[in-house]
C-alpha cells in the first residue's frame, strides 16, 4: 500500500529543510525535571558538534509521556541552555502539538497491515533480549479485552539486519511511542545528524528498523559519552541537586560551568573557564569529533 499524499508531502517537507547539504542537529530532552549535568554535557557537545558544523541546531520537547512531565521543566530546560549560551534556532518542538502527525502514520502502518496488537505483559517478556513474536499470529484484536488495550508493534522481518525485534510503536497504555514520534520529527525536521548520550545507544536498532519500514535513509546517530556520578551510576534527572542550581548556588558562572562540562568531555582542561563561543572557536572538528562515536 503506497504511502497516501498528505504522508508524501510531509516526507516531502522534512526533505526539503535539508536539500542543501547542510548539517541539522537537534538537542531532545524529556521535560521531567531540570536538566542534570549529564544531559547539559550532552547538549553541549551535541550544540558544539552542529555549530561547528555551520548547520542548524533544533530544541524538541519530548513531553509525550505526560504522566512523567514535570511543571516547568520546559521553561527551566530553556533557561538553563540559555544561560549556558547553546541557542538553538527556531521556536522549540513540542512532541505533544505533533501528536496528529504520529497518528497519521500509524493508522496508515497498520491499514497497510504492517502492524499486529500485542497483548504480552512486560514481565512475560523480561527475560527476552528481544521480542520473539509472540502474538504476531494472534488474532489482530486492537480493542479491549479484560481491560486492557493492546500495545501495538511493528512487523518486522525476520531478516531484520538490525536486531530490533518487533518494535511497540504504541504503547499499552495508549500513549504514542518515543520511537516512533522521534522516527517521525527526524524525518519532519531534515535531520542530518543526531548526537546524543550513550544510553540511547540501545534505543538505535529499533529506530532503524522504523526508517527502513518507512522506505526512508535514516540520519547519522552518534553517541556521546555518558557523566557518572561518584558511584559509577549513571545520573537521572531525578537527582535534581546535580544541576545547574546547586552549581550557580556555589558560585559558578557559566563560563565556569561551560568549562566543567567540557572538561567532562575531555575537550578541555579541567580548570578551563570560557563561554561556550569561545570554547567552539577553541575547538577543531577533530577534536569535537574524536569523543563522539
Ligand atoms: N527524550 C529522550 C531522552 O531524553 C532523548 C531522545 C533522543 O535524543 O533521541 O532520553
Redesign the pocket.
Given at each position: 500500500m503506497s504511502v497516501p499524499e498528505h504522508l508524501q508531502q510531509h516526507l516531502e517537507a522534512g526533505r526539503a529543510l535539508c536539500a542543501g547539504g547542510g548539517y541539522r542537529g537537534r538537542f531532545?530532552?524529556?521535560p521531567t525535571g531540570v536538566l542534570h549535568l549529564g544531559?547539559l554535557q550532552t547538549a553541549l557537545l551535541s550544540w558544539l558538534a552542529a555549530r561547528q558544523a555551520g548547520g542548524a541546531w533544533l530544541l524538541r520537547i519530548?513531553d509525550l509521556d505526560t504522566p512523567r512531565n514535570r511543571a516547568g521543566a520546559i521553561e527551566s530546560i530553556q533557561r538553563d541552555l540559555n544561560w549556558l549560551g547553546l541557542s538553538w534556532d527556531g521556536p522549540p518542538v513540542l512532541q505533544s502539538e505533533r501528536r496528529g502527525i504520529y497518528h497519521s502514520w500509524l493508522s496508515w502502518l497498520r491499514r497497510s497491515g504492517r502492524l499486529f496488537a500485542c497483548r504480552c505483559s512486560r514481565r512475560e517478556l523480561s527475560d527476552q533480549p528481544i521480542y520473539p513474536g509472540i502474538c504476531r499470529q494472534a488474532e489482530h484484536a486492537w480493542g479491549w479485552q479484560q481491560q486492557r488495550l493492546p500495545s501495538w508493534r511493528l512487523r518486522v522481518a525476520d531478516d531484520d539486519p538490525h536486531g530490533s525485534g518487533d518494535v511497540v510503536l504504541r504503547r499499552a497504555d495508549g500513549f504514542i511511542a518515543?520511537q516512533l514520534a522521534?522516527v517521525i520529527d527526524e524525518l519532519s525536521f531534515g535531520i542530518t545528524d543526531?548526537v546524543?548520550?550513550a544510553?540511547?545507544r540501545e534505543?538505535l536498532p529499533a529506530q532503524r528498523s522504523l526508517f527502513d519500514a518507512l522506505g526512508q535513509h535514516p540520519p547519522l546517530f552518534r553517541h556521546g559519552s555518558l557523566l557518572r556520578d561518584a558511584q559509577g551510576q549513571k545520573l537521572s534527572k531525578r537527582v535534581a541537586s546535580s544541576g545547574l542550581a546547586s552549581l550557580r548556588a556555589a558560585g559558578m558562572d557559566a563560563a565556569m560551568v561551560v568549562g566543567r562540562l567540557a572538561s567532562g568531555l575531555q575537550l578541555v582542561d579541567p580548570d578551563a573557564r570560557l563561554s561556550a563561543t569561545e570554547l567552539l572557536e577553541d575547538l577543531t572538528h577533530q577534536q569535537i569529533n574524536a569523543v563522539i562515536s
Open positions: 531532545a530532552p524529556s544531559n519530548d518515543y522521534t543526531v546524543r548520550g544510553d540511547l534505543a
